[in-house]
């Protein structure tokens, strides 16, 4: 089964703003579940474009967010 995570989820794992997450979805850089009216991003899809388009992983975005808490 999908993961889906909300705009704000996708926003906290990939230090993009929520506005920003929507902008992608609005130029179709992520593909998107509709469900009673909301938006959510595949957790897949999401870790895809980290790998891809940004050159990290999901795990070494959450390790600079644990150092930047730190």
Known sequence: MKKLLTIEQASER???????????????EFPVTRLGGRVFVEESQLERYLELAMGTTAEEVAAKIAERAA
């Open 14 to 28: 990939t230090q993009l703003s929520p506005k920003a997450i929507r902008m992608k979805i609005w130029r179709k």
